[in-house]
């Protein structure tokens, strides 16, 4: 199906894009036949669950819209599993899928919005666990030379909500499945504070995980059905241990936990929560009053609000501590 198309449906923030192109792609033939008839000069942009973008007015060229399905067992010795989604399933439906297998790995990432395909380009994690720790391969198409691969999880350069889907040397490819390798006689992961602060030793289930990490993420993040958000609207910043001796010096009470490249990750919901940015609202946005980190919409209807209350708490953030936030969503599209 190919129309001009309001996209204000499909992205959790609602905003008011307009594609010049939607095609909704339901296989890799199709997704191959598109690119080989894409016209060179103009672009082509990947929406997945739209949950994790932040859309300006117009999309030009072409927009994909992943709804590649389809979920299978590939092998299964009795304990390890590989299973195969394809990118358009929804992320939480796939967590579900498995854990009532009882293939084990995914549950601390229930709940997350967004589909299966979007999940490798970030590499979601929440309490505890990064997807990363359970791929084994993402199937992907080459959007200038429709050439198809299967990426080892090597070759994905999966970093903190970072990999190479996100760097220019790959982000010319889109994902059209990923297989998982997941594991029946996996320990559950509790070890997130406030996880583990909801299960007692009596009850280190995965079910149990399950059902907290549900529950936690009902309490503190808005419903994206509801509430406009797109999760997390900034990273956690990652600073050397040098620098967060310095920050201890003026702020002792920062939190920070154990980051990559021997970095370390301070909270960047604290920095902002610090600074009484909590409840502020700007031009239909507000900072959400239960978690710091989190933008809900209030009647914004186009990208600007978003990204000016964001940079307006950013600097604040730099100024106050010397410490640069980076936006956790992608900004697509043009303003004009
Ligand atoms: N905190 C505050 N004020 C707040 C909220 C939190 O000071 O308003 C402090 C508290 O000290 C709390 C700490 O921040 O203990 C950490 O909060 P939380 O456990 O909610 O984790 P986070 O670092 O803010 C990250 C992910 C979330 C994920 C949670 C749980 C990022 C950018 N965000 O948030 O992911 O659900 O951990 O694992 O890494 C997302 O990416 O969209 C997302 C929601």
């Not at 007692?200 to 549900?214: G, K, P, R």
């Not at 933008?295 to 000016?308: F, Y």
Request: contains cysteine; glycine residues 8%; charged residues 20%.
């Amino acid at each position: 199906m190919t129309v001009t198309a309001n996209l204000t449906a499909l992205n959790t923030l609602q905003l008011a894009a307009t594609a010049q192109r939607l095609v909704t792609v339901t296989s890799q033939e199709q997704l191959q036949a598109e690119l080989a008839q894409a016209v060179a000069a103009e672009p082509i942009n990947v929406l997945g669950g739209g949950s994790n973008v932040v859309l300006h007015k117009m999309l030009p060229g072409t927009t994909l819209l992943m709804n590649i399905m389809g979920r299978e067992v590939l092998s299964d010795d009795g304990r390890h599993v590989i299973a195969r989604a394809g990118a358009g399933e929804s992320w939480h439906e796939w967590v579900l899928w498995c854990h009532h297998r009882g293939f084990h790995g995914l549950a601390n990432l229930a709940l997350i919005p967004g589909s299966v395909g979007a999940a490798p380009i970030q590499n979601i994690g929440a309490y505890g666990i990064e997807v990363a720790q359970c791929i084994e391969a993402v199937h992907a198409t080459h959007r200038e030379t429709g050439e198809s691969a299967i990426l080892s999880p090597d070759k994905c350069e999966f970093r903190y909500r970072d990999s190479v889907f996100k760097h220019p040397q790959g982000e010319g490819w889109i994902i059209t499945a990923v297989d998982f390798a997941l594991d029946r006689g996996a320990p559950v992961e509790a070890n997130y504070p406030s996880l583990r602060a909801r299960l007692s030793e009596a009850t280190l289930t995965h079910d149990a995980v399950l059902a907290s990490v549900m529950a936690i993420r009902r309490e503190r993040l808005p419903d994206p059905v509801i509430t406009p958000n797109v999760g997390s609207f900034f990273k956690n910043p990652v600073i050397s241990l040098q620098d967060v001796d310095i920050l201890r010096q003026n702020f002792p009470e920062v939190p920070v936990y154990p980051g990559p490249d021997a970095g370390m990750k301070v909270s960047a919901a604290w920095l902002i929560d610090q600074l009484g940015w909590r409840g502020e609202e700007r031009g239909g946005v507000r900072v959400s009053s239960d978690h710091a980190l989190v933008l809900e919409g209030c009647g914004a209807s186009s990208a600007v609000p978003w990204l000016s209350l964001a940079e307006a708490i950013s600097s604040s953030v730099e100024d106050a501590y010397g410490v640069s936030l980076e936006l956790e969503p992608r900004v697509m599209g043009r303003s004009d």
